[in-house]
């Protein structure tokens, strides 16, 4: 996922206990995955004694009441002996339980948790497939129901999933943790005139009319996946084929726009496959969502989710594509065991996505995103309160790491090892390491056990030098880390420099710039500046009415620092018209820090926004808002 913001930011996960290490995962001989399991507190599942390995959907998209139901068959790998199964159930009306004959068996739902929701237990009766009837809750955190009138086409309703970290539980009766991977099915049935599209291959491409005067749609996923990756989008839906294997659906209102933003995924295919190996996934397709997604993308199997604020004519901002790309062999291919491992599917993720960008586009282009990466780096590690902080570190409590840390302290990380190696020699275990592990969670522990089995090979220099355990394990930046510098933004930063020393905006030279040199200048403006100086910048850069997301949001958070009442219709308008978290979490946090100023600008855009935001994203704010102003 690009612009993740970390689990902890939108959990506020306090008080759980540190996860223990998993033995490296080997395959079962059924060419399951291995029966050692990390210990997983965001999971109240036991695999141990009895895991999900196949899930069979049979569900209705009921726009009318926000809820899905149906059934959910589900096949139970058990120890000899075992009594029971338990899933996780975050909101679920359950029905029915079953086996296959009918015969009920007996269930109990345990104490309900805020974040991880309740325990199903379920008695086996010595079944190894059982059949639950049930329906998700209107409210199910990884459902938003969009009305029609929060579309681009304005006629017809919208519903899309957001399953990660831990949403899944909330919609699909299973249990909810990537390190228990399954196989899945499914047949969604929807109102007539609308397409349904899922996270694997689709089975029937113009669906299948029903006696009721709606239309099925069937999907399946053979490879085994993480519980996460089980994604479902339904609405007005057109498709526009990019590749022999890649294409985009969305409205018909932003197809063409989109496509044209995406004409170099099958390059980035090819470059991704001469990097690591073979896309394993069939088809890569990607799904443009309305505005109120909450994240820059999602790394669904077959059909990555994207945010519509990544098209702004100039292609500049496809490191998304790219990224979610890369997690096809890091994340969805080797995927983290436990969410305290997340760095070893967005730190992999960032660093492949550079390189699949390198491959495209040229080493700098490569240079200004890995550079802009390494300050972000930076201002994570000063927000969570200096080197010492133990958010600042990759493995720990899960979802502790700070900001975008396991993105871009995980990069940095690897691309400290390619430095110290060679990028040939790196290359080749990066190739075996998605061999060996492909299909399978793997932990810190179990990277660092193979890294040093299969690259440092007991070279004792070698292993001083990468300070692994130090990068891994231990807070802040060790000091062998490589910073990669672009003489793009340094060209930026000499424009900045002299509109810093007082120059005029009408001195500074935009043309042609892409969002990240915009975004290069624009955080680079000391927060505090004059009335006169901020109508200069804004009408000098037309900064209020800029059709980038981004440029938008970076001019916003100088605006709300500085109490500048010109950009609060702008300012307003945008809250109630992107949802993406990245772009809109720092102006509800300026504005909430404003006091009286702010907060009823930041309340009342709310109130207009919420029922169009995904419900992380009301979520989010709302703790923002519920946050005593110091």
């Not at 345990?110 to 325990?119: K, N, R, V, Y």
């Not at 006629?155 to 990537?178: A, H």
């Amino acid at each position: 996922m690009r612009s993740f913001i970390s689990a902890a930011a939108l959990l506020l996960l306090t008080g759980v206990s540190s996860m223990a290490l998993a033995q490296d995962a080997q395959p079962m001989a059924d060419g399951a995955q291995s029966a050692s399991f990390a210990d997983d507190v965001w999971t109240y599942a036991e695999p141990e004694t009895a895991r999900v390995s196949h899930v069979d959907l049979d569900l209705v998209a009921d726009f009318e009441n926000k809820r899905v139901y149906g059934t959910a068959v589900l096949d139970i790998v058990a120890e000899p002996g075992a009594q029971s199964v338990v899933l996780d159930d975050k909101g679920l009306r359950i029905d029915l339980v079953t086996d296959m004959d009918g015969t009920p068996l007996p269930i109990s739902v345990g104490e309900q948790d805020e974040m991880l929701g309740a325990p199903l237990r379920i008695r086996l009766n010595g079944n190894s497939k059982i059949k639950i009837s049930y329906a998700s809750a209107p409210g199910a955190e990884a459902l938003q129901w969009l009305p029609k009138e929060a579309t681009a086409g304005g006629e017809k309703p919208y519903l899309f999933s957001q399953g990660q970290p831990i949403n899944n539980r909330s919609w699909i009766p299973t249990q909810d943790s990537p390190g228990i991977r399954q196989t899945w099915e499914a047949r969604i049935t929807v109102p007539q005139g609308l397409v349904a599209v899922m996270s694997g291959d689709k089975l029937t491409p113009d669906g299948v009319p029903t006696a009721d005067g709606r239309v099925s749609y069937r999907f399946k996923m053979d490879n085994a996946v993480p519980p996460y990756l089980i994604a479902l989008a339904v609405g007005d839906l057109a498709f526009k084929p990019l590749g022999p294997n890649s294409g985009v659906y969305t409205e018909v209102a932003m197809l063409d726009a989109a496509a044209d933003e995406f004409q170099d995924v099958e390059k980035m295919i090819a470059a991704a496959e001469d990097l690591y190996g073979p896309y394993r996934w069939g088809r890569y397709d990607m799904l443009v969502l309305p505005p109120s997604f909450p994240y820059g993308g999602m790394e669904n199997p077959t059909l990555t989710f994207l945010t519509p604020t990544i098209i702004t004519g100039d292609r500049s901002n496809t490191d998304v594509v790219a990224h979610e790309l890369a997690h096809s062999w890091s994340g969805n291919l080797v995927t983290n065991a436990t969410w305290s491992d997340s760095w070893l599917n967005e730190g992999f993720t960032t660093y492949f996505e550079n390189r699949i960008m390198e491959a495209v586009y040229g080493k700098d282009r490569a240079a200004l995103y890995a550079d802009l990466d390494y300050g972000t780096m930076l201002s994570d590690i000063a927000a969570a309160g200096g080197m010492d902080a133990p958010a600042t570190r990759l493995h720990g409590d899960p979802g502790e790491t700070a900001g975008q840390l396991d993105y871009f302290k995980g990069s940095t990380f690897l691309r400290t090892i390619e430095k110290a190696v060679g990028r040939d020699r790196f290359d080749a275990y990066l190739r075996g390491y998605f061999d060996r592990f492909a299909f399978q969670p793997q932990t810190t522990a179990g990277f660092l056990t193979d890294l040093r089995a299969h690259l440092i090979k007991g070279d004792a220099a070698l292993e001083r030098e990468l300070k692994l355990d130090q990068w891994a394990y231990q807070p802040g930046l060790p000091d062998n880390a490589v910073h990669i510098q672009s003489a793009t933004l340094a060209q930026v930063d000499r424009e900045l420099a002299a509109f810093n020393a007082g120059g005029p905006v009408s001195a500074v030279d935009t043309q042609g710039w892409s969002t990240q040199q915009w975004m290069r200048f624009l955080r680079g403006i000391p927060r505090e500046q004059s009335a006169a100086r901020l109508q200069e910048l804004d009408e000098g850069l037309n900064l209020s009415g800029n059709g980038n997301a981004y440029v938008r949001s970076a001019w916003y958070e100088i605006a709300i620092a500085n109490r500048y009442d010109p950009a609060v219709p702008s300012l307003k308008q945008y809250l109630t018209t992107v949802g993406r978290m990245l772009l809109i979490r720092p102006l509800y946090q300026g504005l909430a820090a404003q006091g009286s100023w702010g907060r009823p600008i930041a309340t009342d855009a709310f109130a207009q926004a919420k029922s169009g935001y995904h419900p992380m994203t009301a979520a989010m704010t709302e703790r923002i808002l519920a946050e005593p102003t110091n």
